[in-house]
């Protein structure tokens, strides 16, 4: 699915949406350069899951996890700085019962998580608009209708 995105408000909307299509064990790769909008559709997302906190990137600390108020906790990667899934595997987090959002998945991602909701963005003009293209992978998505909007 593709869709074009002209506002950060268009950007978080879209992560409210997505939202509603998340449960316990879901995973969600955000790819897109700096300044995309990645963090703001994760704050969408953290809105979406009444995720307690501030959505923030978690560039320095890697992972912030927030709890929810009425459901499985969001943790927000950064994985830019990782290098291998072993990395990943260290920073301990509970895949199977929180919703995970990465931002700069890796290449190496593919061979740890089978199952995963992908969302590239691109930001080619150099006004707020983008296009963002939606992928899913594995068995856990095969008809899940995607909501992308409040």
Known sequence: MKL????PEQM?????????SLRAGDVVLLEGE???GKTTLTRGIGEGLLANG????????????????????????DAYRLGSAV??????????????VIEWPRDFLDSVIADYLKIKIDRTRQDDVR????????????????????
């Open 34 to 36: 700096l300044g995309a």
């Open 87 to 100: 990395e990943l595997d260290d920073l301990d987090i509970d895949f199977e019962n929180s919703i995970v």
């Open 12 to 20: 978080e909307s879209l992560g409210l949406g997505v939202a509603k």
């Open 54 to 77: 501030t959505i923030q990137s978690p560039t320095f600390v890697l992972a912030r996890t927030h709890r929810t108020k009425a459901g499985p906790n969001l943790v927000h990667v």
């Open 131 to 150: 296009e963002v293209e939606l992928i899913v992978s594995g068995n856990r998505w095969q008809g899940v209708e995607i909501a992308t909007g409040n």
């Open 4 to 7: 074009t995105i002209s506002s």
